[in-house]
Every structure is written in C-alpha cells, then in structure tokens.
C-alpha cells in the first residue's frame, strides 16, 4: 500500500515545540528521492517548508523557518521528521508530508510531489 502517515501535530504556545512524524510505505521509501513537509494555512497556498533527499543529507528550508525547524530522516524506520522550535502563531496550518519520485525535483515545490499525507493540524497561540 502506497502511503504517508503524519502525526505529532498539536497546539502549542507561542515558542514552544513539536515534533512531526512521517512513517512512509516501503513502496514510496523505494521509488522517492525526495521526501517533505509542506504546510497549508485557511485561505492560503500551500507551502514547502523543508525537504531531504533519501540517498544523502542535502536539505531545503523556507526561509520562515531556517534557524527553527529541522528535517531528518531516519532510513530504517521509513520516517521523516520535522523538528519545530521557537513556534510562532504564523506557524499555525495543516502539515503535510510528501514524497517525489522524481530524479531532478525542485525542493520546496508541491508539484513536484507525487505522493501526499493526509496532513497533521499545527496550531500555535499568542
């Protein structure tokens, strides 16, 4: 079965952490490239927030978030990652893990992605 599961998602304060997983199928572990995280708030586009290549340790960020969130892998449990810190109320949006297949991806880019989650709900008050 060819899928993504997020969870960790919460409500947290202003500053606060959470951590988001994404356990993937073998089947997108075999075939991808590239896994993600991108994030949709209400009435906005939808976002990359940061991806890592599964072959070597190359990452992306969005520049919202360099210096608070980090993107790890960890090969063995299929999973993906995603380190939030020093959460802001901006930060606050549907999280979605996802998957290319593709040899030459543009990070950071949802067209790219063949492969999506259901999302994990992130919500950070003042």
């Known amino acids: 079965q060819v899928q993504l599961v997020e969870s960790g998602g919460g409500s947290v304060r202003t500053g606060g952490s959470l951590r988001l997983s994404c356990l993937a199928s073998v089947e997108i572990t075999r075939h991808s490239h590239c896994l993600g995280w991108f994030r949709q708030a209400p009435g906005k586009e939808r976002e990359g927030v940061a991806t890592i290549y599964t072959t070597w340790a190359n990452t992306s960020y969005a520049d919202s978030v360099k210096g608070r969130f980090t993107i790890s892998r960890d090969n063995a449990k299929n999973t993906v990652y995603l380190q939030m810190n020093s959460l802001k109320p901006e930060d606050t949006a549907m999280y979605y893990c996802?998957?290319?297949?593709?040899?030459?991806?543009?990070?950071?880019?949802?067209?790219?992605?063949?492969?999506w989650g259901q999302g994990t709900q992130v919500t950070v008050s003042s």
């Open positions: 996802a998957a290319s297949t593709r040899t030459a991806v543009r990070t950071l880019e949802a067209p790219d992605f063949d492969y």
